[in-house]
Nanobody, 128 residues
Framework: QVQLVESGGGLVQAGGSLRLSCAAS????????MAWFRQAPGKERDFVAA????????YYAEPVKGRFTISRDNAKSTAYLQMNSLKPEDTAVYYC?????????????????????WGQGTQVTVSS
């Protein structure tokens, strides 16, 4: 499995922006579909965004479409989540996840159980 370390979380006012990073090590990064999930207190871990290992396909959860952008830099073995126009309801712990050659379609929302590697999470707090 690949090892993942998230960074970039913090406290931001509503309407602000943050960029999360997920640094991977241990395996060939370019083989892995990368994803972001988030978990608010007392709630389940929800899918946020994913990018295919080929970097040519992305998929977003409805609540973040048009505001968040997932990307990857295979040369740096790093995935990113650019979050703009943040809302208080975006407050959660954000987790990076990876799975080798994981394919997704627009008709299936990825689940946390689909991914075998996880980071430790980074807190994002959006104040109103």
């Amino acid at each position: 499995q690949v090892q993942l370390v998230e960074s970039g979380g913090g406290l931001v006012q509503a309407g602000g922006s943050l960029r999360l990073s997920c640094a991977a090590s241990g395996r060939t990064f370019s083989r892995y579909t990368m994803a972001w999930f988030r978990q608010a207190p007392g709630k389940e871990r929800d899918f946020v965004a994913a990018i295919r290992w080929t970097a040519d396909t992305t998929y977003y959860a409805e609540p973040v479409k048009g505001r968040f952008t997932i990307s990857r830099d295979n040369a740096k073995s790093t995935a990113y989540l650019q979050m703009n126009s943040l809302k208080p309801e975006d407050t959660a712990v954000y987790y990076c996840a990876a799975h080798e050659y994981y394919s997704f379609t627009s008709t299936y929302v990825p689940r946390s159980g689909d991914f075998g590697s996880w980071g430790q999470g980074t807190q994002v707090t959006v104040s109103s």
